[in-house]
């Protein structure tokens, strides 16, 4: 029953452009939004966050977009980097304080030179 | 100075035998996580201690025991290995904020082969 999924298992865009990466969720509970970010061999690292309060969370390159009605999240990256390329995971949590987040199976991020 | 850190980076043992993986944090965090991901990639949570106390166990077989020894420390320890216990383990920390979720913090993982 995966209740955070990420249909896309990988991306591939050109230095500069914009990435989008996609992430659905089920659980009309889950009221707290993350990113993480995963480079080979080391474990994933936080990102970006959106509370279900916000459509929309901007910081630096990175800009997280969430639909509630549509039960749909983005990430978009801007310009992307060579540096950007890893596996990036989306991750819900419902309930606000609950400390059990949920993750989706990740899309691998190409940035080619 | 690494936040997070596990040991070991791998292990491969033999169906049957007993394990633990040790994981320690110096970020002062409250709350502790062990996390698997399995061939399929997925990463799910396995436990959860907050300050030595058990909060969040999820549906994992008894082989599997979590040891807190202190708030720093979050040790797994393994019995009568499986195959299907082939996976990346990972530890993770955070802070305990009632009523908001907390950052995670990540540990490089543990790669288990059982032969």
């Known amino acids: 029953d995966q209740q955070v999924k990420q249909n896309s298992p990988s991306l591939s865009v050109q230095e500069g452009r914009i990435s989008i990466l996609n992430c659905d969720y089920t659980n009309s509970m889950f009221d707290y939004f993350l990113w993480y970010k995963k480079y080979p061999a080391e474990g994933p690292t936080f990102l970006i966050s959106i509370s279900s309060i916000k459509d929309k969370n901007e910081d630096g390159r990175f800009t997280v977009f969430l639909n509630k009605s549509a039960k749909h999240l983005s990430l978009h990256i801007v310009p992307s980097q060579p540096g950007d390329s890893a596996v990036y995971f989306c991750?819900?949590?419902?309930?606000?304080?609950?400390?059990?987040?949920?993750f989706g199976k990740g899309t691998k991020l190409t940035v080619n030179p | 100075d690494t936040a997070v850190s596990q040991t070991p980076k791998y292990l491969v043992t033999q169906m049957g035998n007993d394990k633990s993986i040790k994981c320690e944090q110096n970020l002062g965090h409250d709350t502790m996580y062990w996390y698997k991901q399995d061939s399929k990639k997925f990463l799910k949570i396995m436990f959860s201690y907050n300050n030595k106390e058990l909060i969040i166990n999820e549906t994992v077989p008894n082989r599997f025991s979590p040891k807190s020894p202190d708030k720093a420390h979050l040790n797994l320890h393994i019995n009568s290995l499986e195959l299907g216990d082939s996976a990346v383990y990972f530890c993770?920390?955070?802070?305990?904020?009632?009523?908001?979720?907390?950052?995670?913090?990540f540990g490089p993982g543990t790669r288990l082969t059982v032969l």
């Open positions: 991750a819900a949590s419902a309930q606000g304080g609950s400390e059990k987040l949920v």
């Open positions: 993770a920390s955070s802070q305990h904020t009632i009523g908001a979720v907390d950052t995670q913090y």
